[in-house]
């Protein structure tokens, strides 16, 4: 039925339909507002380090290779961690981490959907135990200082940020790092005695 309606309008309108989807996902774009790896990979290569052709980041693909490596560790990380304490219930990091992999894996991704981070944050920042090691404590402490300003300057349009910082996604690389290190941490889960999720934004409105 999903698919039947795909072609209500026609077969030709269809494929013209997967046509343009295609090329667009094919486009290279170093535009600002683009979150993904292929875009931010094009802009390194060609606005970047275009002039230095002997520069790893020089190299788009290369730069891309990079990243997707980046990513897979830190999700693979977050996976194993909560695999090998068996943790059920709802991972905030792995929500975290998800979310911002759907923001950059795909060719063309604007910035309009990164008020999906608002949750995922939220709940992270939000569940965070106490630490009682000093040392993990202030590691800690500066990781979250780390990614909320990170997650700070992706609030504020291009146009009114420095330029350095009209770009997203080092914001989101940035974030995933700092979350997939914090786990290791301060883990925390909503499971057994701990509040659910609903539970823990209302107590946090009231």
């Known amino acids: 039925m999903n698919f039947g309606l795909l072609i ?11 046509g343009r989807i295609t090329e667009y996902q094919l486009l290279e774009s170093s535009r600002y507002e683009n979150l993904s790896i292929e875009g931010f990979a094009y802009y390194l290569s060609n606005d970047v380090f275009g002039s230095t052709p002997n520069n790893f980041f020089a190299s788009a693909e290369n730069a891309e290779t990079f990243f997707w490596f980046l990513l897979g560790l830190c999700f693979l990380f977050v996976v194993g961690y909560a695999y090998f304490h068996n943790n059920r219930g709802l991972n905030p990091y792995l929500l975290l981490t998800c979310t911002i992999a759907a923001l950059i894996i795909p060719f063309v991704s604007n910035d309009y959907k990164l008020s999906l981070l608002i ?20 590691f800690s402490i500066l990781l979250v200082v780390i990614s909320s300003l990170a ?3 992706t609030l504020y349009p291009a146009t009114v ?12 690389i940035t974030i995933l790092i700092s979350i997939t290190i914090l786990q290791f941490l301060a883990p925390c889960t909503f499971e057994g005695n701990a509040q659910k999720p609903t539970e823990f934004l209302n107590s946090k409105n009231e």
């Open 8 to 18: 209500v309008l026609g077969d030709n309108l269809f494929l013209d339909f997967i």
């Open 119 to 138: 949750v995922p944050m939220a709940l992270v920042l939000g569940c965070l135990p106490e630490v009682e090691n000093p040392r993990k404590k202030a």
């Open 151 to 153: 997650y700070w300057t």
């Open 161 to 172: 940020k420095p330029e350095f910082l009209g770009r997203n996604f080092p914001a989101l």
